[in-house]
């Protein structure tokens, strides 16, 4: 199994992103995914995360309304759309998944089984 994260880089505030994450050797029709993301000094944080059939997203309140979190299973990649973004959005972005078998949404960072090697994503002022 491997989860790649792409689409981070450099972006003035306000600006958008689109973080892609690419799952080989998991079928994303059965597995939750998370974004996660850790800033210098900070401990890791979850940011979004979508169901295995993706119809129940959860949001961190600090991108709710900015952040949008989908996944295409018939790819098998999973993508955060990140708008008006903000300096304090500055950190490495993780992506991470979890076997759903229809159940709930991992609220714990713990519960995360596989995990990618992040992103940078800077948002300059």
């Known amino acids: 199994w491997q989860l790649v994260e792409f689409g981070g880089g450099l972006v003035q505030t306000g600006g958008s992103l689109r973080l892609s994450c690419v799952v080989s050797g998991l079928n994303l029709d059965i597995y939750h995914i998370g974004w996660f993301r850790q800033a210098p000094g900070k401990e890791r944080e979850g940011v979004s995360s979508?169901?295995?059939?993706?119809?129940?997203?959860m949001y961190a309140d600090s991108v709710k309304g900015r952040f949008i979190i989908s996944k295409d299973n018939a790819k098998n990649i999973a993508y955060l759309q990140m708008n008006s973004l903000e300096p304090e959005d500055t950190a490495v972005y993780y992506c991470a998944a979890d076997y759903g078998s229809g159940g709930s949404l991992p609220r714990l960072e713990d519960e995360w089984t596989y995990w990618g090697q992040g992103t940078q994503v800077t948002v300059s002022s």
């Open positions: 979508i169901s295995d059939s993706g119809d129940r997203t």
